[in-house]
């Protein structure tokens, strides 16, 4: 499997028809939802916002297209279908339709929307998917650049910081491969908790 390595954008023009694409990486259904919404008010003024997604949720895929009121799989679904043939995971691609007063039919919507996808996809560029795993590490101040090393060490992204209680507590996001050797590294000190 493969994700974006960025997010990426592009144009392209069909009869009039301007079809503004872009390619995000998400993480979740909740950050599709979100830059979705902000798609939406970006662009209100297109005709149709049509998207396709595809998330790793646990073990599963979770994925959906919508095609925004234009006519059924002719717009979101061949979005989808580029996706799942090029095995790419955690994208949401959102292409916003301004309609140039030439209807395209069925067959060049799929196209248009197809091709559009594309170039955002190849402009965003794509890496190999890491699944990873959300924990919570707690351990006492006095050892934090023992702590923040072997994060560091094992391709850790840091989501947030808290200290409370004489204990900073850190979420990080981890390779689901790396979690074992986190737990060792960490364990004479402090502890690893999974991130409900």
């Not at 209100?44 to 916002?49: G, N, V, Y």
Request: aromatic content about 8%; charged content about 30%; hydrophobic content about 40%.
């Amino acid at each position: 499997m493969r994700t974006v390595g960025q997010a990426g954008r592009a144009k392209l023009v069909r009869e009039r028809s301007r079809f503004l694409a872009f390619a995000y990486p998400v993480s979740s259904g909740q950050e599709v939802e979100e830059r979705l919404a902000g798609s939406r008010r970006e662009y209100r003024d297109a005709r149709h916002i049509v998207h396709a997604y595809r998330v790793v949720e646990g073990e599963r895929v979770v994925e959906r297209a919508d095609d925004a009121g234009e006519p059924a799989r002719s717009a979101g679904w061949p979005i989808l279908e580029l996706l799942r043939g090029r095995d790419l995971v955690n994208v949401l691609v959102v292409v916003a339709r301004y309609f140039g007063g030439v209807k395209l039919g069925v067959g060049g919507l799929r196209r248009a929307y197809r091709d559009a996808a594309a170039l955002a996809l190849e402009d965003a560029g794509t890496v190999e998917f890491v699944p990873r795993v959300r924990l919570r590490v707690h351990f006492p101040p006095e050892r934090s650049g023992q702590a923040f090393s072997c994060l560091s060490r094992l391709g850790a992204e840091i989501a947030s910081r808290e200290y409370g209680g004489g204990c900073l507590r850190v979420t990080v996001e981890v390779p689901r491969d790396r979690v074992g050797a986190l737990r060792e590294g960490i364990r004479p000190w402090g502890e690893v908790q999974p991130v409900e």
